[in-house]
Nanobody, 125 residues
Framework: QVQLRESGGGLVQAGGSLRLSCAASGRPFSNYAVGWFRHVPGKDREFVAGLRLSGMITLYSDSVEGRSTISIDNAENTVYLEMSSLKPEDTAIYYC??????????????????WGQGTQVTVSS
């Protein structure tokens, strides 16, 4: 089992950047597929970015493609999501998730077994 804790959220102006962190405890992060999701109240939770095989495979949603990078630091047992050119529509609670299986559909919530508590990102216009 693994426990996840997100950090790095906050208030940022449109056009700015943030780096979100997801620290894992309990087992090495490299054992898991990892995803970042975001949730806006009243909407479904949305896939943002995913990582497989300890970073060998990455995937991004169309909404963040080209301005986001997901990466893993195995020494720190942490996965990062760096986002730039932030927009007000990026405002959401961002969640980190981990999956025991590396072959599940990375954009589906049900593929993930463990979730963090979330970190709020607010982008002001």
């Amino acid at each position: 089992q693994v426990q996840l804790r997100e950090s790095g959220g906050g208030l940022v102006q449109a056009g700015g950047s943030l780096r979100l962190s997801c620290a894992a405890s309990g087992r090495p992060f490299s054992n898991y597929a990892v995803g970042w999701f975001r949730h806006v109240p009243g909407k479904d939770r949305e896939f943002v970015a995913g990582l497989r095989l300890s970073g060998m495979i990455t995937l991004y949603s169309d909404s963040v493609e080209g301005r986001s990078t997901i990466s893993i630091d195995n020494a720190e047992n942490t996965v990062y999501l760096e986002m730039s050119s932030l927009k007000p529509e990026d405002t959401a609670i961002y969640y980190c998730a981990a999956a025991e299986s590396q072959v599940g559909d990375p954009i589906q919530e049900l593929s993930y077994d463990y979730w963090g508590q979330g970190t709020q990102v607010t982008v002001s216009s």
